[in-house]
């Protein structure tokens, strides 16, 4: 396969999709937003890293492109968890056309967010946000990749992100050396640990159709390094809007709405009654625009 269709719901926009939060600025996405192309460095089961371009030619399509001869089936199995393509939207879509706020949302094609081609690399990445600047996740980020991403043969200069395998076999002190994350190395590498020696069953969470939302974040809570914020994050992404990942921005949104400081209790009852969506509300609420500055 070097190149493949992917048919998507009518209610799917990639540039929405990719637009709804910073996943696309950390790599190995790389998104030509003036393109409308989605670029991703991705290795395979098979060990094979290939350069992937995503497009959306047309609503209801997408066009995949590989750098090389690949598993087609793999491929359009990992981009449809990275656009959440298999996540249905239509209750959703529904409760927003009844408020004022959120009625844009199925009107733009709004509700998805791009994700990585797994679960580990999500958990990894909400754990380099917290506590930190946006700026310094990108570099932490990168520095992962960096140092134990495989090499993409089509592009040099990139790399895959690593799969927890390559940083399990790597001493905890070699890890945090390369890395740099601060106090977040121990979570980092003891989830690694933990999945590849199969206590922590991190991928297959995300099929389990028993488990409702409250077991889900409960066994979220019990990862090392993530707690309420980086649960209902991660939630979000898994396509479970119930919970607002409520940090220091959540505060200062709710509060300019408010036009007073908030806690995150006041924040979460700003959304009460938006249940059971209150996450995705949160994520796609039509902020009152700040007042210019004069």
């Known amino acids: 396969m070097r190149s493949l269709e992917l048919l998507t719901p009518n209610d799917f926009s990639l540039r929405e999709t990719i637009d709804a939060h910073g996943w696309h600025q950390l790599l190995p996405f790389v998104w030509d937003s003036a393109n409308g192309i989605l670029e991703r460095i991705e290795q395979l089961s098979s060990g094979k890293v290939v350069l992937l371009r995503i497009a959306e030619p047309e609503l209801g399509k997408l066009t995949i492109e590989a750098s090389e001869e690949a598993d087609g089936e793999e491929i359009a199995a990992r981009v449809r968890r990275m656009l959440q393509l298999d996540i249905a939207l239509d209750e959703f879509h529904a409760f927003c056309t009844g408020h004022p706020r959120l009625a844009h949302v199925p009107e733009r094609r709004q509700g998805r967010m791009l994700r990585s ?59 945090a050396s390369a890395a740099k994350v601060g106090y977040r190395v121990a979570a980092i590498h003891s989830l690694a640990c933990g999945i590849c020696d199969g206590v922590i069953p991190l991928e297959g969470w995300q099929t389990d159709t028993e488990q409702d939302a409250f077991t889900l974040r409960k066994r979220l809570l019990g990862l090392r390094g993530v707690g309420p914020y980086a649960a209902a994050t991660l939630l979000l992404y898994l396509g479970r809007g119930e919970h607002v990942n409520v940090d220091s921005w959540a505060r200062t949104l709710v509060g300019k709405e408010l036009g007073c400081a908030v806690t995150d209790a006041e924040v979460h009852a700003f959304f009460a009654d938006f249940a059971p969506w209150r996450g995705l509300a949160y994520s796609f609420y039509a902020w009152t625009p700040a007042e210019p500055v004069k």
């Open 117 to 175: 081609s797994t679960l580990w690399e999500d958990t990894v990445k909400v754990i380099l946000t917290t506590n930190t600047t946006w700026g310094q996740t990108k570099s932490m980020s990168a520095r992962i990749l960096n140092h134990f991403g495989a090499v993409c043969p089509a592009a040099p200069d990139r790399r895959a992100f690593p799969g927890p395998e390559s940083i399990a076999v790597v001493p905890l002190e070699e890890f």
